[in-house]
């Protein structure tokens, strides 16, 4: 390969959460202070940040716009939407995206917000499929919005599937006029197939109920499949959804702040840049601009390219390893993302224990992966694979030796 996913990168004590703030962070879910034994190093597998060095590109970009001394009040460059264009065409086969249609945000979920404030009113009920995305939970509780859910189903060849009935009825009998929808769906790592999709927009369509599309890991897609933009299946859906983007999870540029949505609607799009600008916080940083400029350049189509490789071989050996090994867990392989989402209840229930020892189990021998609760999966562990091969052969050695 022409770029390095094989290094173990020591992140110490250089601003990462996911190795320096660990204890903190996972204490609470088994209800005590973690220890981990004696000659077992920490593995991060937990929170959503690749330990990958990034594209070289976006750096070069950045030490490039830092060595002119002055970083004063500035508006987005032309390349910066080009960019943003030329990879929406290329990856996703998006026509017609103009530099009007796109716009910053701080975050997706702070473009979620926005999005939510404009198109229910507080206390408004909003349809989410469940397992869900935290970062959604959260937004939604903390902003005073009212969560349905409706639960992803496994079907006969153990995929998740929407159930069409179940959100249209729930649609109907809680007057859901705000849908949250996630492609690819995070934390099952399910990529949503054009006619499932389609059934979903119709349906929405139908109940006039307005979307807003979570697709900041359509970049990752394994196994051969595609992202379908939930604003491509028809005219109306390209009218009636917001979406939202960003270089984060692609390239791991989370902790430089930059997202971008999508709006093609005049009418939501002029809305949403006005309930943004209330709080004078939603400004683009000069650094972070240069930083997609140099992730979405011909370089790293190519590093992505090689990412999705990675993932992919670290996926299959751990789907493969838990179905051959971990009797009593159940997982769907993912076909997109970097996150496992396995179900130990049968497991726990087995050997009477409960989700918390399991995962206390792990965290004794370094294991650092995260309860499943927090995302609506009461007996689930999300774990994190974008990390170099002989780690995750590693972790998934000492969860055999030493947890299940």
């Given at each position: 390969?022409?770029?390095?996913?094989?290094s173990?990168?020591?992140?110490?004590g250089?601003d990462?959460?996911?190795v320096?703030v660990?204890p903190?962070?996972?204490t609470p879910?088994?209800?005590?202070e973690?220890?981990v034994?004696e000659?077992?190093d920490?593995i991060?597998?937990?929170i959503?940040?690749?330990n990958f060095?990034?594209?070289?590109?976006v750096a070069?970009?950045m030490?490039r716009r830092?060595?002119?001394?002055?970083?004063?009040?500035?508006?987005?460059r032309?390349?910066?939407f080009?960019e943003?264009?030329?990879?929406q065409?290329?990856?996703?086969?998006v026509?017609?995206?103009?530099?009007?249609?796109i716009g910053y945000?701080n975050?997706?979920?702070g473009?979620?917000?926005?999005?939510?404030?404009?198109l229910?009113?507080q206390?408004?009920?909003?349809?989410?499929n469940?397992?869900?995305y935290?970062?959604?939970?959260?937004?939604?509780?903390n902003?005073g919005?009212h969560?349905?859910?409706?639960?992803l189903v496994?079907d006969?060849?153990n995929?998740w599937?929407?159930?069409f009935?179940?959100?249209?009825k729930?649609?109907?009998?809680n007057?859901i006029?705000?849908?949250i929808?996630?492609?690819?769906?995070?934390p099952t790592?399910?990529?949503?197939?054009?006619?499932e999709?389609?059934k979903?927009?119709?349906?929405?369509k139908?109940h006039?109920?307005?979307?807003?599309?979570?697709?900041i890991?359509s970049?990752?897609i394994?196994?051969g499949?595609?992202h379908?933009?939930?604003?491509?299946?028809s005219?109306d859906?390209k009218n009636r959804?917001?979406a939202f983007y960003?270089?984060?999870k692609?390239?791991?540029?989370a902790?430089?702040i930059?997202s971008?949505h999508?709006?093609?609607s005049?009418?939501l799009r002029?809305?949403?840049?006005k309930?943004?600008?209330?709080s004078h916080y939603?400004?683009?940083?000069?650094m972070?601009m240069?930083?997609?400029?140099g992730?979405?350049?011909?370089?790293?189509h190519?590093?992505v390219?090689?990412?999705r490789e990675?993932?992919?071989e670290n996926v299959?050996?751990a789907?493969?390893?838990i179905?051959?090994?971990?009797?009593?867990?159940?997982?769907?392989?993912?076909?997109?993302?970097y996150?496992l989402?396995?179900d130990?209840e049968?497991?726990?229930r087995e050997?009477g224990?409960t989700?918390?020892?399991?995962l206390?189990a792990?965290y004794e021998?370094?294991v650092?992966?995260?309860?499943?609760?927090?995302f609506n999966g009461p007996?689930?562990?999300?774990?994190?694979?974008a990390?170099p091969h002989?780690?995750?052969?590693e972790?998934f050695d000492?969860?055999q030796k030493?947890?299940?």
């Amino acid at each position: 390969m022409k770029y390095d996913f094989t290094s173990i990168i020591d992140r110490k004590g250089k601003d990462a959460i996911a190795v320096d703030v660990i204890p903190e962070c996972m204490t609470p879910a088994v209800g005590h202070e973690i220890k981990v034994k004696e000659g077992f190093d920490m593995i991060p597998m937990w929170i959503a940040d690749m330990n990958f060095a990034t594209v070289p590109t976006v750096a070069e970009e950045m030490i490039r716009r830092a060595q002119h001394p002055l970083f004063g009040y500035f508006r987005p460059r032309d390349e910066y939407f080009a960019e943003i264009i030329d990879w929406q065409k290329r990856r996703n086969g998006v026509e017609g995206l103009e530099p009007e249609h796109i716009g910053y945000e701080n975050g997706v979920l702070g473009g979620v917000t926005s999005a939510l404030r404009i198109l229910c009113s507080q206390g408004g009920n909003v349809l989410v499929n469940s397992p869900t995305y935290v970062g959604f939970t959260n937004v939604l509780n903390n902003n005073g919005f009212h969560i349905v859910h409706s639960p992803l189903v496994k079907d006969a060849d153990n995929m998740w599937r929407m159930d069409f009935e179940d959100m249209e009825k729930k649609i109907v009998d809680n007057n859901i006029h705000c849908a949250i929808f996630c492609s690819p769906h995070n934390p099952t790592g399910r990529v949503w197939e054009r006619e499932e999709i389609e059934k979903a927009m119709e349906i929405f369509k139908k109940h006039e109920v307005f979307v807003i599309s979570d697709e900041i890991w359509s970049d990752i897609i394994l196994f051969g499949n595609k992202h379908i933009p939930t604003q491509s299946v028809s005219e109306d859906a390209k009218n009636r959804t917001i979406a939202f983007y960003a270089p984060s999870k692609t390239f791991n540029l989370a902790g430089l702040i930059g997202s971008y949505h999508i709006v093609y609607s005049k009418l939501l799009r002029d809305r949403l840049l006005k309930e943004s600008s209330l709080s004078h916080y939603n400004s683009m940083n000069v650094m972070s601009m240069y930083a997609l400029i140099g992730a979405y350049s011909e370089a790293g189509h190519e590093w992505v390219a090689e990412l999705r490789e990675v993932i992919g071989e670290n996926v299959a050996y751990a789907c493969d390893f838990i179905e051959k090994n971990f009797k009593g867990v159940n997982v769907s392989r993912p076909q997109g993302t970097y996150m496992l989402f396995i179900d130990c209840e049968e497991w726990c229930r087995e050997h009477g224990k409960t989700l918390e020892e399991l995962l206390n189990a792990g965290y004794e021998v370094g294991v650092f992966w995260q309860t499943g609760k927090q995302f609506n999966g009461p007996w689930s562990i999300r774990m994190n694979l974008a990390l170099p091969h002989e780690r995750v052969k590693e972790a998934f050695d000492r969860l055999q030796k030493y947890v299940f």
